[in-house]
């Protein structure tokens, strides 16, 4: 018996996806609740499990179609019937190749693909294995089912490892072979839809907004001398690792108090202001850049927001952010410091009115008291949407991050 497989709810106001990857091919075994297929939406990734134990039966959509909520993507037939069938098709064509002439012993050996065996592989792992020339059938994927992703194939490429060998004909001696040239391959890959969303809204926001970017800098000493003492005591209390984004999520929380407008935002002619901070954070995925959400960030502590981050690195980095994770939000932090970033100006996450971007910390001479001293330095930049917010409250309510974080008492007494 045929089981459907159909397109399941994305979410609201989500009705359609992209068929990113299958991981089962037909006359695979599947097992109940496993993943079949990967659908791509706006936002996130999806896995579709299956809804039976069986065999992987035909696929009614392929890869890159676009499919709606409901629409049927495929069939699992169910215990092992299924499994009969190929086993007798492939009887016939054995006896054949056993009546078929022997291929000459000098003729390559087909591959199961074009992607080396019977290994699947993404579009950007596909175009990493080809740029650096590998055998990816020799790289352990550490994946989902023992997919391989792009950090596998830079640890071979890093080591050395899973070459690819040269198919050079029998017949043609290496003298007479013409010396390699410049490459000038291409590839097109099809944008993802993750992709083709984050460009659609960052173009909207240039075309829609009055976009325009303030910047100070802050003196890290006092923050980076309390973690550095209370690091230690602070994982093994908590069980996370202490770091800056606490601190400057906490600040930002406490300026937003102060200078609401920042966390407004425009809805036809009204203004809609929020008693409650709801922090994008801007996390790196596989697929591109994510803006999970921290809810109510206003009553959390340090400890509860960096547990929060953590959860979301973890969940992104394994695919599983969910279209919860990433609803609404009030105002970003992008954190682009940890790609060596010294100075950049964001652009806000549309329907909010502002973000904050923050850089790597370096040592840079300052003066204090008269004197020429080397301080740990960040450089802060808020962008934010010039038609709500004034110039003035923009200043202020950077001059109040910088503050709370040059003197982290603030964040304890409120001030």
């Not at 990113?20 to 075994?29: D, I, V």
């Not at 596998?152 to 040269?166: E, I």
């Not at 006092?222 to 601190?247: S, T």
């Not at 202001?273 to 109510?296: C, E, Q, W």
Request: aromatic share 4%; proline share 6%.
């Amino acid at each position: 018996m045929a089981t459907e497989v159909k397109v399941p709810t994305l979410g609201e106001s989500v009705t359609e996806a992209t068929v990113g990857q299958w991981l089962k091919k037909p006359g695979e075994a599947v097992k109940a609740d496993e993943p079949i297929v990967s659908l791509e939406t706006d936002k996130v990734a999806v896995d579709v499990p299956s809804p039976v134990a069986g065999v992987m039966g035909d696929l009614v959509a392929k890869e890159g179609d676009t499919v709606e909520v409901g629409a049927l993507l495929a069939y699992v037939n169910e215990g092992g019937a299924a499994a009969a069938a190929p086993a007798a098709a492939a009887a016939p064509a054995a006896k054949a190749e056993a009546a078929a002439p022997a291929p000459a012993a000098s003729a390559p050996a087909a591959s199961d693909d074009e992607e080396g065996g019977s290994l699947t592989l993404s579009p950007a792992v596909r175009r990493l294995v080809l740029e650096h020339g590998l055998d990816p059938s020799k790289i352990k994927g550490t994946g989902k089912d023992g997919r391989l992703t792009k950090d596998d194939v830079m640890a071979a490429v890093a080591a050395g490892t899973a070459k690819a060998a040269a198919a050079t004909p029998a017949s043609a001696p290496a003298a007479d072979a013409p010396a390699a040239g410049p490459s000038r391959k291409q590839e097109r890959v099809k944008m993802t839809r993750l992709r083709q969303t984050v460009a659609k809204r960052l173009k909207e926001a240039q075309n829609n907004a009055a976009l325009l970017t303030t910047y100070n800098d802050v003196d890290m000493t006092n923050v980076i001398e309390a973690r550095a003492k209370y690091k230690d005591l602070f994982e093994k209390k908590h069980g996370v690792r202490l770091g800056f984004m606490g601190f400057f999520t906490k600040a930002v929380c406490m300026a937003l108090k102060d200078i609401p407008g920042v966390n407004a935002q425009i809805e036809s002619d009204e203004i809609v202001y929020n008693d409650f901070a709801d922090i994008s954070v801007a996390v790196s995925a596989p697929t591109g850049l994510v803006v999970p959400v921290i809810r109510n960030a206003e009553s959390l502590s340090v400890a509860a927001i960096e547990k929060t981050i953590g959860g979301f690195g973890k969940k992104a980095k394994e695919g599983k952010l969910t279209m919860e994770d990433m609803k609404g939000g009030t105002f970003t932090i992008s954190n682009g410091g940890v790609f060596g970033s010294l100075l950049s100006s964001p652009i806000i996450n549309p329907p909010q009115s502002a973000v904050l971007g923050l850089h790597r910390i370096e040592d840079r001479p300052v003066v204090r008291n008269g004197q020429i001293v080397i301080r740990p330095m960040m450089y802060l930049a808020l962008s934010y949407d010039h038609r709500l917010i004034d110039g003035r409250e923009a200043v202020t309510f950077l001059v109040a991050v910088k503050n709370a974080i040059e003197d982290p008492t603030r964040l304890l007494i409120d001030l």
